[in-house]
Structure formats: C-alpha cells, structure tokens
C-alpha cells in the first residue's frame, strides 16, 4: 500500500454493528500512517465501543449527541465537521444507517454531518451486519442506491459470524480498510467521478451482446460480485459435503502440559484456535468429528465428540484407542517435545541454588500411527518452524509417512498463536506446494478440507 495518509483528514463515522469493537484499532491504523482522525457515533454505536475509547486514541473528542453543546462551539458544527475532512468513511456501517443514508433521514449526528459533506469529498460505506440482513432486498436497494450516488462501497468479507451464521457480512480487516481509503485517494476519486466512471463501465457491459453479461449488470456490479461469492461457497459446499458426508474426522488442538510438580509445567503458546476452526467447519460437512484437546479457553463445536487431555501421554492413549475408526486424522495439537523424567510429587520450593531438570522426548504420536495408517486413510500433520521450514516441513511429511502437512512459519509477519489468522504452506505427499496467503482461520479450515477432498 503507498502511504498517502499523511497529513490527510479522516472523518470516521461509526454505527451499532457488534463489529464495532474495530474500530479503536481503525483509528490507531490510520493515526500510524498519519492521518488525523475526527470520530462521530450513532447512539447505539457506543453500546459497543466506548467514547472515552475512541477519544484516548484519536487525541480528538467524539462526536455522539446532536445536541451536545460541550465540545461544538458554532451552532452549524455538523458543517464545518463535513467541510473539514479529505475523506470520510463509515465503518461499520449498519442496516439501519444504510437504509437512513439512502433516504436522506438525518435524525442523529452522524447522519447530519454525512448529509453535508460536499460532492467532492469521497465517502467510503463499509457495510457490516449478518448476512441475512446484508441479504434482505432493503439492503441491497439501499447499496444500490448510494454507489448511485457515488459512495465506494468496501464488500464486506464472508465467515462466521456472531450470529453463528457463515456468509458476507464481516467487516473486513483494518489493513484492507486502510488500504481501500489510500486507493480512492491515490486515484482522486470523488463521490461524482467514482458514479460517472461506474456508469461508463456499466454501459459499456450493457452493450454486450452476451445474454448472461447483461443480467449481471442489471444486477448491479455489486450485486454481481454477491452472486459470484454465492456460487463460489456453494461449489465449495457441494464439493465437501460430497467427500466429507461418509467419514468420519477426528482432530486434535491446543497444547500438552507437561508437569514439572503439582503446580509448574512445560508448555507452549498454543490457543487451540485453529484445530478449533478445523473442527467447526468439519461438522458441518462430515458425518461424525471427535475433537481432542489440550487445556485451552475455547469452547468446543456444538455436535463433536469431545475429549479433553492434558499431557502427550493422555493424548496418545486416546488417539491409540480412536484413530483406527476415523478416515481422516489431523493432528493440529502441539505437542510437547520433551517431559520430565521424574516429575517432583511435590511443589518443589525456591532456593537460591540452580535447578537441573532432566527432560527426556515425550511419545512420537504422528511417527507412531503413520507407518500403521489404513489404505485410504488421510492423515494430516502439522509444523511450525522459524528456519529452513520448507525442508524441514517436507522431512516430517516424509519420515511420518503423512498426506498433507500444514506448514506454519512463525515470523514476525505471521503470529500463529492466539491469532483470528494465519497463513500457511499446504503440501501434499508428492511435495506439491499451495501458499494460502493470510486469512481468518476458519477460511484456511476450509482450504485445508478441500485440500483433503481432492487428494488424487
């Protein structure tokens, strides 16, 4: 992204979505890259986010109540707010909001300032709700109608939702809306331009003579890119249900504890998230999933087998007692390498001396079931390295007679542990390389399974 931010003025405008708890981190973002950054809020927004919040981080006051006189010192305040901004930008932007925006209804601050921007000021909408609302005809006319009127719309991404729910409707990352905003300035795109060059497009697409062409764009170039994420998930639907529906999945997550004496362990910084993710697409798809887990703060899937463990000790005995049941194995957990030899039976006191311990491997659970795996038995693995990963990946791929590794390399651009995201390396037993670029660990759940479905 080309930093074009500094020294630009951002009116951040943000609404009662639940995906509000980003927008703190939205205005940090942008104050980074040197904007400044003036906050105004829908009511129901700060039943989500705090303004003491928002003010700590944008060093400015945020603007709530129409009426409220205390930091407004000219009567037509909400003017000179939408005159003074380069860009202005709601996110997240609510149903409701849309749907006023789009009707010209200013019944609260931040409608009444947004209503006055002038016409060559950009406005950025970034919608974000559940998809059945996102879905809802209302809605969709009511996008349609501000992209009419100039406004860039940023999609938002498709996932699990608060509602439980898997669609469109997420607001997408900070770094994506960041980026979004440098784009429509380092293009000079103003709310006018953006609908004139809209229209051209669009006329050019009607002219067409492909049938199929021009009922997308009757549809809106909006629309269009809904259909086309519809029919996406539901190959992507079709094509697990297809593999997944007659196997049965088992997975394991989170660390093993190692213990040193009743009340200190060896551990590592595993969250359980991913193996977690992994299981909550698999049951949607499969026709039974046991999940094993480490001692973690997650809560299990709804409809999974669950089984908690503790040490590498309790997870190869109830792999060894399961895993011949199930057709598709993926051992997410990190496990720990190494164990005492003789743990202490009792809380072992400071002293002023040194500590030896002697640690010993704790069991090769993955290099145990591999050379006795069934024919037509997959069985995935994981690895996290900080050097020579790939070599080092495809070395555990082989020696653990595997299917598919997962290749985690732990960097400062790539966190694993206790993120939403990750970014991996799937490689298949013939060293097939698949990079899947950062995303949300339920979508790299997804690239995982079909990776699964479609081994030859």
Not at 157 to 166: F, H, I, K, P, R
Not at 293 to 322: H, R
Request: charged share 20%; glycine share 4%.
């Amino acid at each position: 992204m080309i930093n074009n931010l500094k020294n630009k003025k951002i009116l951040l405008g943000i609404t009662g979505s639940i995906a509000a708890y980003k927008s703190p981190m939205l205005v940090r973002e942008l104050i980074k890259l040197g904007a400044e950054v003036e906050v105004i809020t829908t009511p129901s927004a700060l039943q989500f986010v705090t303004p003491i919040t928002l003010a700590s981080v944008s060093k400015n006051k945020v603007v709530s109540d129409m009426f409220d006189m205390s930091g407004q010192n000219e009567g037509a305040w909400h003017i000179h707010l939408a005159h003074w901004c380069d860009l202005a930008i709601i996110a997240p932007c609510s149903a409701t909001t849309l749907g006023k925006l789009a009707n010209g209804i200013a019944d609260n601050a931040l409608l009444a300032v947004f209503m006055a921007i002038p016409k060559n000021i950009p406005i950025v909408i970034a919608p974000a709700m559940d998809t059945t609302m996102f879905e809802f005809p209302a809605t969709q006319n009511n996008i349609k109608t501000l992209q009419d009127f100039g406004f860039s719309i940023l999609p938002p991404d498709s996932g699990e939702l608060a509602s439980g729910l898997t669609g469109p409707g997420r607001l997408p990352d900070v770094n994506v809306i960041t980026n979004h905003i440098s784009q429509v300035l380092e293009n000079e795109i103003s709310s006018q331009s953006a609908n004139i060059n809209q229209n051209e497009r669009l006329n050019e697409l009607i002219n067409s003579p492909l049938e199929p062409l021009e009922q997308a764009v009757e549809k809106g170039k909006f629309q269009a890119e809904l259909e086309l994420e519809r029919m996406k998930n539901s190959l992507i639907d079709n094509e697990l249900s297809k593999y997944f529906k007659d196997k049965k999945v088992l997975i394991t997550a989170g660390p093993t504890v190692e213990r040193i004496d009743p009340v200190r362990y060896i551990s590592n910084f595993s969250s359980g998230k991913m193996g977690y993710a992994i299981a909550d697409v698999a049951r949607k798809y499969a026709k039974e999933v046991m999940l094993i887990s480490g001692q973690v703060s997650l809560t299990p899937p709804e409809n999974v087998k669950f089984v908690s463990i503790e040490s590498a000790d309790e997870l190869n005995q109830v792999m060894q007692a399961n895993y011949e049941q199930y057709d598709v194995i993926i051992m997410a957990a990190a496990v720990a390498d190494y164990k005492l030899a003789n743990p202490f039976p009792q809380k072992h006191k400071h002293n002023e001396s040194n500590l030896q311990l002697e640690l010993v491997p704790t069991v090769d659970i993955l290099g145990n079931i591999g050379p006795k795996k069934r024919e037509n038995q997959i069985l995935v693995g994981f690895a996290l390295e900080t050097n020579d990963a790939l070599e080092n990946a495809k070395h555990k791929l082989r020696k653990k007679n595997l299917d598919l590794i997962i290749l985690n390399i732990y960097d400062d651009n790539n966190q694993v542990f206790g993120s939403d995201l990750n970014e991996v390396i799937i490689i298949d037993k013939n060293l097939k390389e698949n990079h899947i670029e950062k995303a949300s660990k339920t979508k790299i759940s997804i690239e995982i399974l079909k990776k699964i479905a479609n081994l030859k």
